[in-house]
């Protein structure tokens, strides 16, 4: 909470100064990227995001680079005269802006976050949490792998996040408002804006989805990742992730959105987790619904159908990423999950995309499924 107060704080400051900042903030990227950090993050599988392996690879970096692994990647203190000696004076933008600490004897610490680089794009994200404010995971890359911004679209960002997927598509398009209810990652957010130098082109929002975007405004690209774990509604389960139990809480509220903020050949896409029975999803007949009362096309790219049986690692580790928020123990949910999907008469847990476009009510599907059993976000066969 202290950490939170102290972001906020700063960043009062920040947005006044808006250009300082972002002088600041490039010039430690700049440093960091003639000292070798981000050689280091891009040896690594782009669409497998493990931070397990920074720890595990660090002794075959350089001594000098291994200083930076353990501040800017492991959370662990360091001296300034190390960072100093690496990066100037470039590092004590992150104190200002209340992301790093000082500690006694010359130590200072990144607490709460990491700095990550995903396609030349700098973010910083939460350490490895159960509960996290700003989320980075496996499908912030699937999304990020589809997005179709182009010269000149205007997107809309919801739940952005770290902001990942918005500098992707400013990349390419003339203006991208980000949307992200969690203060915390909104001021991170705008951080992350301002290091790759997009402060003028994304726009950062707070409140619920299209809540705070101005009436009657209208989009060529929104994009999506939004909470997406379906899980009992009965069972706590981390914010940044609860989608009920068919995923579906949040995404049916954007679609709901769309044939008000989508411009005559607008598109959106969005990545999405369902329960199936291993042919319909749980939510078909409701996506029907919803495309012929808004006149609405569907393009829904099912990527695998994963057995949820009670020998499948992904029910276990499903059940188990609601533990650290839950009361109940780990066999409790079990039980509980269980229980929700015999009653439903669902085995499967299902990865799609939704791409979505003006039109008549039509559904169509790509059934990855049907020759994929490997990948999650991606087909691997």
Known sequence: MAQSIAITSALDEVFDHQNQMTAELQAL??????????????????????????????ALA?????????????????????????????????????????????QVQLPTYVLHQHYGHWIFIDRPTADPNVYFGDDSQGLFHRITARPGDRVLDLCSGSGIQAFQS?????????????????????????????????????????EQVEAGQQYDLVTANPPLVPFPNSVKYPF?????????????????????????????????LTFSDGNALMIHDELGELAQNLNLDFVITVINHV????????????AASAVQVETHTFDEIKQILRKELDDRGLKYLTPYYLFVRRGSGKIYYQNMARYNREGLWFVLT
Request: hydrophobic share 40%; charged share 15%; glycine share 8%.
């Open 29 to 58: 990227t700049r440093c960091l990227t003639h000292a070798g950090y981000a050689e280091y993050l891009t040896s690594f599988d782009p669409y497998r995001f493990r931070p397990e392996q920074f720890l595990r690879y660090k």
């Open 170 to 210: 400013a990349t390419y398009a003339a203006q991208v408002d980000a949307v992200e209810i969690n203060p915390v990652a909104r001021r991170v957010l705008r951080i992350n804006s301002l290091m790759n130098g997009l402060g003028d082109r994304v726009r950062t929002f707070g409140g619920s989805l299209f």
């Open 307 to 318: 057995p949820m049986d009670a020998s499948s690692a992904f029910f276990d580790g499903l």
């Open 240 to 272: 940044v992730g609860h989608g009920g139990i068919d995923g579906f809480a949040v995404t049916r509220k954007i679609i709901s959105g769309l044939n008000i903020h989508l411009t005559e050949l607008g598109r959106a896409q969005i990545i999405a």
């Open 62 to 106: 350089s001594p000098q680079l291994r200083v930076l692994i353990d501040f800017f990647l492991l959370n662990k203190s360091v001296h300034t005269d190390q960072l100093t000696g690496l990066l100037s004076t470039s590092w004590q933008v992150l104190v200002h802006l209340g992301l790093a600490e000082t500690l006694p004897q010359n």
